[in-house]
């Protein structure tokens, strides 16, 4: 487990952050929020690479930095591996040198994947003798999570690692950070300032503005939190953790805590564990049993309350459908007409068509 | 083209007190660039400006002064070369050696910037990047920094090399014209003008110069093309 407590300030009457966070023991814990949050800066602070004004960083136990006993243990000595947003690879030496530059300096009983292994799990093969400007972005960045992880770290720390990439490359990157993060098994701290990889990578979220932090929860629960900033989104909505329990006429159907959906999306093998992001305008609700409809999703579910949305007028109406919540954001107007109100049973109406599906298998 | 064993002296001695001046000037060179470009000067802040002023002042000075300068430290009655020739029995003036550190202080500054530009030119988060993986200040100097400025390194080296050739002044004061000795490539051509009948042999060692300063040059542009390539910096 990763606790992180620290104040720092830039310049005299600069930006200033103030974080106190924990990252569990394994698992993708995301710091998220807009940029100049000062996200990049705590995990420059937490791999030792800034220092500062005031901090604790505490790794299972070892005490990496507090400023009040005077303890700074310098970068080399942390053994956080860090994936820069430019994978930062030297350019002087091959992909294998690069892979192997780590794994050369990490203590002889440090324990971690094999060369070999890290290799096929990014694919990366075909690459070991070419030199970094051979390769693409993507395949770069690959290099660099494989170096990180071949350090033997007992912690990743990624700052954007898909920042930098247009948009075909994250597609290309992603699967691949999501089979480091079930092969790892490490605490991975990953910053990010795009929602999609959030709901694609990570399990916790650390919830960032202006150097402060908002709140950290799981991913699922923060999402339906409606008095948070990320409410405020366009994509704004519940996050289901969901298994594809079958394919019929080219529809997934999709079991989920509280029931089954069926979705509209790329086909992926039973049992896949994914992750749909159900966006809150997208959400309809109906007080009676719909009939007659083309909507294939109709689900019973209740209201458990009503909270302003950011226009002046809509709403979030937040629905329990068995253990799971969904967030439908419909107007002042319907709620007045329908009678809606906390405790009231309704249908939540979903067309199969509307899923974002971005996150990888889990 | 016909030398005689005289003006072949002359070149092989020009190349050897060049050679021996850039091994001499080298490393200094490289850690004073280091200083300079990286160096906090947290408790002497004016420290990295008269660094580089006292670096370049070979480039501004008239060389004859800079020669006196070495003949008044490394003079065998010098605060250095005293004690060097009393402990060691080491003597620099008049000598060959004396003439590479001439020239190796002459050159000095040409190494200092070309190094400069190389450091200048490593990225530092990739030493940040050898930290996170493990490399402590040594290793990342050796496995990163020195190989990534290493173009700089060698664009100086070769530079100071060709530079060298033609030292006059400062080896001339400091070290005389001693055929064998001291007279280098500059200095036969110079006593050749001033011997009667002796322009055949000024001419032949002036073509001499020129083509070894354009060779080399032409090398220093090969080797830094070549570098970048490698580096990935194309």
């Known amino acids: 487990m990763l606790r992180v407590a620290l104040r720092h300030r830039y310049g005299r009457d600069g930006f200033s952050i103030e974080a106190d966070f924990t990252v569990p023991e394994a698992g993708v814990t995301a710091l998220f929020g807009p940029s100049g949050c000062g996200k990049s800066t705590i995990l420059s602070i937490v791999a030792g690479l800034l220092r500062p004004d005031f901090g604790r960083v505490v790794l299972d136990g070892d005490v990496l930095l507090d400023t009040e006993r005077g303890i700074a243990l310098p970068p080399e000595a942390r053994r956080c591996g860090v994936v820069f947003q430019e994978a930062r690879l030297f350019p002087h030496l091959s992909v294998a040198s690069n892979l192997r530059y780590g794994m050369k300096r990490a203590p002889p009983r440090a324990e971690g994947p094999e060369f070999e292994e890290v290799v096929d799990l990014l694919g990366i093969a075909p690459l070991l003798a070419r030199r970094p400007a051979a390769l693409s972005g993507g395949e770069r960045q690959r290099v660099a999570l494989g170096r990180a992880l071949l350090s033997r770290p007992r912690l990743l720390l990624m700052d954007e690692p898909l920042a930098a990439l247009d948009a075909p490359r994250r597609a290309e990157v992603l699967p691949f950070l999501a089979r480091l993060r079930d092969a790892a098994r490490l605490p991975i701290l990953y910053v990010t300032h795009a929602l999609e990889e959030v709901d694609a990578l990570a399990d916790r979220l650390v919830l960032l503005q202006t150097g402060r932090v908002l709140a950290e929860g799981s991913v699922e629960e923060l999402a339906t939190r409606t008095d948070l900033p990320l409410a405020a989104r366009r994509d704004a909505g519940a996050v289901l953790a969901c298994t594809v329990a079958g394919i019929e006429d080219g529809l997934t159907r999709l079991d989920f805590a509280g029931g089954t959906l069926v979705a509209v999306m790329r086909a992926e093998p039973v049992g896949t564990r994914l992750r749909l992001r159900i966006r809150a305008r997208d959400v309809a609700v109906a007080t009676e049993e719909p009939r007659g409809l083309s909507t294939r999703n109709i689900l019973a579910a209740e209201i458990t309350a009503i909270s302003p949305a950011s226009g002046p007028q809509d709403v979030f109406l937040q629905l329990a459908i068995g253990d799971s919540t969904l967030l439908a954001r419909v107007t002042q107007d319907s709620v007045t007409r329908l009678g809606l109100r906390p405790g009231l049973r309704v249908w939540a109406l979903l067309k199969a068509v509307t899923f974002d599906h971005l996150g990888g298998p889990r | ?234």
Do not use: K
């Open chain 2, 1 to 234: 083209m016909d030398l005689s064993p005289e003006e072949w002296q002359a070149v092989r001695l020009s190349l050897e007190v060049a050679l021996r001046s850039v091994a001499l000037g080298l490393v200094p060179a490289v850690a004073v660039a280091l200083l300079l470009v990286r160096g906090r000067f947290r408790f002497f802040p004016p420290g990295r400006f008269l660094l580089d002023a006292l670096v370049h002042l070979p480039l501004v000075v008239p060389p004859v002064v800079i020669g006196w300068a070495l003949l008044m430290l490394f003079g065998l009655r010098g605060p250095i070369g005293g004690p060097l020739h009393d402990w060691f029995g080491i003597r620099l003036v008049f000598t060959t050696e004396g003439a590479a550190l001439a020239t190796a202080v002459m050159s000095f500054p040409l190494i200092v910037r070309a190094v400069r530009l190389g450091l200048e030119h490593v990225d530092p988060g990739l030493e940040a990047a050898a930290r996170t993986l493990g490399a402590g200040p040594l290793d990342r100097f050796l496995t990163i920094t020195l190989p990534l400025m290493a173009p700089g390194i060698l664009a100086g080296a070769v530079t100071a090399f060709a530079a060298g050739l033609g030292e006059f002044g400062a080896v001339i004061t400091f070290a005389s014209n001693i055929p064998g000795e001291t007279q280098t490539l500059p200095l036969a051509i110079y006593t050749a003008t001033q011997s009667p009948g002796g322009e055949a042999v000024a001419a032949r060692l002036a073509g001499i110069s020129l083509t070894l300063a354009l060779a080399l040059l032409l090398l220093a542009e090969l080797i830094a093309r070549r570098m970048h390539v490698l580096l990935g910096r194309v």
